[in-house]
């Protein structure tokens, strides 16, 4: 049995310009974290007493004698890539899918994790990126960026760069005190509205041509929010780039924020917030407010109806919790 805990991340400033269209031509840049809340899968092999030779258990249960079969795309593709046979694979997590927060892509990174353990085989935190990369924007032909693939992978805190010849990650050096400084400011509140990001980056790969100039404004401030993350510059500079980068993107495409969204964040701006975002490609999931301490009571009390989320940065990225293989023959 092999059990793999990946973190969800949280995108900070540059997202849009890891869409492959973009940064193909004008380069492009993330600065985003992992935090501790996680996605956990468990594989083993299904022991030869069914009438079925696959069992998944995610939020419905399949069953089938056939990999072919499988209705969850990434599951199919991705045992079909690695060739894995008679499996048991559950999936729980600690916050809910489709909500802005990478979940689909932690899935395949924990999920190929848990594969190669599985095969006796070790998988490095590049590996692991670029081959759910491939599974998710090849094998199954979802749109979407690079970024949530590489964060779930390496975890931490980091500026992922993009280019026509591959990416880089690097850690953003920042003292304990600053990054727990930084932590304490943020709140991480769920909107209650779920959407599937393929389809809003559907619309955002789209509107590409068109909105170049935003883009890059919004790659630029990844070389801004750097500069305030690393130097002695107020903290107060972060929350007031993320309002600056949020309307930026909110103007790219109609199907990343909605009406209810926008009157969340204003009556957070309102109550003493100084900037924020909506986390993910849009339509909906978890809006995340820079707020300085002593208004804090205040943002929480206007959005009372929203569920709050505390959390805390994190550095390990997927990792295997539980090892402990089976010997298992090809039938």
Known sequence: MIITQTPFRMSFFGGGTD????????????????????CYVNVRHLPRFFD??????????????????????AVREAMKYL???????????????????????????????AFYALKGKYADKRKLAEDAIYLERVLCQEAGGLQDQIAAAYGGFNRIDFKGDGWDVRPLILSPDRKKALNRKLLLFFTGFSRFSADIQTSTSRAIKDKTAQLLEMLS?????????????????FGRLLDH???????????????????????????????????????????????????????????????????????????????????????
Do not use: C
Not at 21 to 37: L, N, P, R, W
Not at 314 to 320: A, D, H, L, P, S
């Open 19 to 38: 869409l492959p269209q973009f940064y193909e031509e004008h380069g492009g840049a993330v600065i985003s974290t992992t935090f501790d809340k996680y």
């Open 52 to 73: 079925y030779s696959t069992e998944l258990s995610y939020s419905k249960i399949e069953r089938v004698t056939d990999v072919n079969d499988i209705v969850h795309p």
């Open 83 to 113: 060739d894995m046979r008679e499996i048991r694979l559950t999936y729980e997590a600690d916050l809910p899918a489709r909500s802005g927060l990478g979940t689909s892509s932690s899935f395949a990174v924990g999920m190929l994790n």
């Open 221 to 237: 401030l990844v070389d801004e929010a750097e500069r305030i993350l690393t130097s002695k510059t107020e903290l107060s500079e």
């Open 245 to 331: 980068t949020w309307r930026l993107k909110r103007g790219i495409t109609s199907r990343i924020s909605t009406d209810s969204i926008d009157a969340l964040y204003e009556k957070a701006i309102k109550a003493g917030a100084l900037g924020g975002k909506l986390l993910g490609a849009g339509g909906g999931g978890f809006l995340l407010f820079y707020v300085e301490e002593e208004n804090q009571p205040a943002v929480r009390k206007a959005l009372e109806d929203l569920l709050f989320v505390p959390f805390e940065f994190e550095n390990g990225g997927t990792r295997v919790i539980f090892y402990d293989p089976e010997s298992w023959e090809l039938p």
